[in-house]
């Protein structure tokens, strides 16, 4: 009976009040790396996870088909609410950049490709050279080496993406609700949505600097 109309305006009370009607503080779910998960029993004794301080998830790479848990680095825009941003706040659809380290990993096995490794200058390729024969490659069978060259045929790499691995940081979306559910999962941008925040982020910056 206390809250607002959807409008903002106020309601006139005119009965007393009720457990339904409470209205809980918000969790503003921060980045933090002291992970802080509270257990609040809500109407039905049904149970939400109101995450109060988080610093992972796990974030799927959907032209992959894969998933990876993950270390959430920064929180970069919020079409809502800068302020958000300013104060590192998790909330769905927030954009935030995760740790590359897991998706690095996972596509040089599936696809034996070291990706996002920087292209070296002739003097810095002898000394590697010499550093590399110490720490050689672990010697893979004929099997494994066909099956890797099978999976190279139909690979393609959204050259934004490569680029970023290249950082070591990707942006995702989170996708899940840290105050609701408890976690802060999501999926890293692609294609055209990728392009879209970029774009963004970019004149964010621009009118920063201004």
Same mark, same amino acid.
């Given at each position: 009976? &206390?809250?607002?109309?959807?409008?903002?305006?106020?309601?006139?009370?005119?009965?007393?009040?009720?457990?339904?009607?409470?209205?809980?503080?918000?969790?503003?779910?921060?980045?933090?790396?002291?992970?802080?998960?509270?257990?609040?029993?809500?109407?039905?004794?049904?149970?939400?996870?109101?995450?109060?301080?988080?610093?992972?998830?796990?974030?799927?790479? =959907?032209?992959?088909?894969?998933?990876?848990?993950?270390?959430?680095?920064?929180?970069?825009?919020?079409?809502?609410?800068?302020?958000?941003?300013?104060?590192?706040?998790?909330?769905?659809?927030?954009?935030?950049?995760?740790?590359?380290?897991?998706?690095?990993?996972?596509?040089?096995?599936?696809?034996?490709?070291?990706?996002?490794?920087?292209?070296?200058?002739?003097?810095?390729?002898?000394?590697?050279?010499? =550093?590399?024969?110490?720490?050689?490659?672990?010697?893979?069978?004929? &099997?494994?080496?066909?099956?890797?060259?099978?999976?190279?045929?139909?690979?393609?790499?959204?050259?934004?993406?490569?680029?970023?691995?290249?950082?070591?940081?990707?942006?995702?979306?989170?996708?899940?609700?840290? =105050?609701?559910?408890?976690?802060?999962?999501?999926?890293?941008?692609?294609?055209?949505?990728?392009?879209?925040?970029?774009?963004?982020?970019?004149?964010?910056? =621009?009118?920063?600097?201004?």
């Amino acid at each position: 009976m &206390h809250k607002r109309r959807a409008t903002g305006g106020k309601k006139k009370a005119w009965r007393k009040k009720r457990k339904y009607e409470l209205g809980r503080q918000p969790a503003n779910t921060k980045l933090s790396s002291n992970k802080t998960v509270r257990r609040i029993r809500v109407r039905g004794g049904n149970v939400k996870w109101r995450a109060l301080r988080l610093d992972t998830g796990n974030y799927s790479w =959907g032209s992959e088909a894969v998933t990876r848990k993950t270390r959430i680095l920064d929180v970069v825009y919020n079409a809502s609410n800068n302020e958000l941003v300013r104060t590192q706040t998790l909330v769905k659809s927030a954009i935030v950049q995760v740790d590359a380290a897991p998706f690095k990993q996972w596509y040089l096995q599936h696809y034996g490709i070291d990706i996002g490794r920087k292209k070296k200058s002739a003097a810095a390729k002898k000394e590697g050279e010499e =550093g590399e024969t110490a720490t050689e490659e672990v010697k893979k069978s004929n &099997h494994v080496l066909r099956k890797l060259e099978k999976r190279q045929q139909n690979r393609t790499l959204d050259p934004h993406i490569e680029e970023q691995f290249g950082s070591g940081r990707l942006l995702a979306c989170i996708s899940s609700r840290p =105050g609701q559910c408890g976690r802060a999962d999501g999926y890293i941008l692609e294609g055209k949505e990728l392009e879209f925040y970029m774009k963004k982020i970019q004149r964010k910056k =621009g009118k920063g600097a201004a």
